[in-house]
């Protein structure tokens, strides 16, 4: 099956309807430029949205491709910078961490925080992303090496919630392997950033990821349709949706994990 037969399935599959407003969040590299162009290839009611983490030289090539790719295909874009969201840019967050808490999931936690209080206010009701699935397998492993599989509980192309205050995620290149999305971007006109993150660091996904390489295309679909059974039988979290103490979003905590993670002992880094 090819890329935008099997996109199309699992939208159809997760009941995307083309009413519905999706906000793309899109950083500028090929998997959320493939997640976007699909999207509006298939006539969706999509509006995008960027975040600009403030790292230099790189950030501003991924607002140029996202710019780019905007103007290409005449989606309303949506620019937020973190150093107006956050007060400090996210080199200065990093820096000012607690040393235990590595770089991506902070980053990745501060990112979500954002798109959802966005996606809000611009009143989307589903938020994509472009997580393919690599990306779900690797976050499966770095799960079950954590001893964490509670939180795969919710894995799948969407991810629904009952609480109106958190927009529900959708992931339409969840089964889509890297590999295709590689080539298959290489076959249209788009502009993306190809080097890696300069502040990247993550040391279990990097583990995961070689794991995965060695592994054959029949042992990574049995990986994924592990995932998927598993993730049905995992008992979800049900408790109730607070506010955060803190930021006043939604929260299953008291504290909600961005305050958790950047206010926590006494309040170092604001
Ligand atoms: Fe953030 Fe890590 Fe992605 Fe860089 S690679 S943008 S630090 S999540
Ligand atoms: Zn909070």
Known sequence: MNIETQVKKTLKKIKISKKEKILVAVSGGKDSSVTAYL??????NIEAIHINLGMGIYSEKCLNAVEKLCENLKIKLHVYDIKKEMGKTM?????????????CFLCGVIKKWILNKKARELKADKIATGHNFNDELETFLINIFK????????????????????????????????KRIEDYIKKLNIKYVRGTCPYRKETYRVEA?????????????????????????IKKDESEIKYCKICKEPSRKEICKKCELLYNKAFIIF
């Open 147 to 178: 001893g964490s599989l509670k939180l795969s509980a919710n894995s799948g192309p969407i991810l629904k919630t009952k609480d109106k205050k958190f927009t529900i995620r959708i992931k339409p290149l969840f089964f889509i392997d890297k």
């Open 209 to 233: 990821r070689h794991f995965i390489k060695k592994l054959s295309d029949k042992e990574k679909e049995n990986l994924m349709k592990n995932l998927l059974e598993l993730a049905k039988k």
């Open 91 to 103: 080199p200065e967050i990093f820096k000012s961490k607690d040393k235990k808490s590595n770089n």
């Open 39 to 44: 999207l509006h290839k298939f006539r969706y």
